[in-house]
């Protein structure tokens, strides 16, 4: 089915630690993924996005790594900051003809000061 | 701010009443998608539209339709509203799509009683 899911619902990390948000996707004919950031009364906001022809991507302070082989994404945050605090989704791009984007239930980032 | 803006903030209709939900895309922005966020979950890809034509649809029915206009706003109308139909709508607009990244408004919040 089309279904896009994460293995944690809520993270709790210490300021200045590392996060590391997973991710489960079912479509392995999808060859794109995103992470999303959604702060309250925001919409999602784009943090870093990876092809399926790649493995890992760096960003700034983030890392996405994707393994095909078990349908699995992770985003990683380094130094952990209050301002991480959010909902964190992954998404993937379907094209069926059409493109839409599915988007996991996502994780909620607690960082403690 | 990404430049996505939606009205109006919140909504609160009946039962089997029709409701329209506007967005405006950032300019030179010709797609346009929409999303239903309920409480507590991932967004779900209602349709896209590119250039004013329909791009791809997530499995919401009929009564779930959209409209873009030339000048980067869009529409999007609800038939015969149902409870379930309460939830965050969120539109995103992008330059072109596929994979263009796509830049979130702040939502619509409709409450169906």
């Known amino acids: 089915g089309e279904s896009v899911g994460l293995h944690l619902p809520t993270l709790s990390v210490q300021e200045g630690d590392n996060s590391i948000i997973n991710c489960a996707y079912s479509n392995s004919a999808s060859d794109y993924f995103i992470w999303y950031k959604q702060e309250s009364g925001k919409g999602p906001q784009f943090i870093i996005d990876?092809?399926?022809?790649?493995d890992k991507r760096q960003g700034q302070r983030v890392t996405v790594l994707l393994n095909k082989t078990v349908k699995h994404l992770s985003l990683q945050i380094a130094a952990t900051q209050p301002g991480d605090s959010a909902v964190y989704f992954c998404a993937e791009i379907l094209n069926t003809g059409g493109f839409k984007t599915i988007f996991g239930a996502g994780t909620r980032l607690f960082v403690k000061a | 701010e990404t430049g996505v803006t939606q009205s109006p903030t919140h909504l609160i209709k009946t039962r089997g009443q029709q409701v329209t939900l506007r967005c405006s895309s950032q300019?030179?922005?010709?797609?346009v998608s929409w999303y239903q966020q309920a409480l507590g979950q991932g967004p779900q890809f209602i349709f896209q539209y590119y250039r004013e034509e329909e791009n791809g649809r997530g499995n919401f029915p009929p009564r779930f339709s959209g409209l873009q206009f030339p000048n980067y706003s869009s529409e999007l109308n609800v038939n015969a509203l149902e409870l379930d139909d309460s939830a965050l709508y969120l539109c995103?607009?992008?330059?072109?799509?596929?994979?263009?990244?796509?830049?979130f408004g702040p939502g619509t919040r409709l409450t169906v009683l």
């Open positions: 995103a607009s992008s330059l072109g799509y596929g994979t263009d990244t796509q830049y």
């Open positions: 990876i092809r399926s022809n790649m």
């Open positions: 300019s030179g922005h010709n797609t």
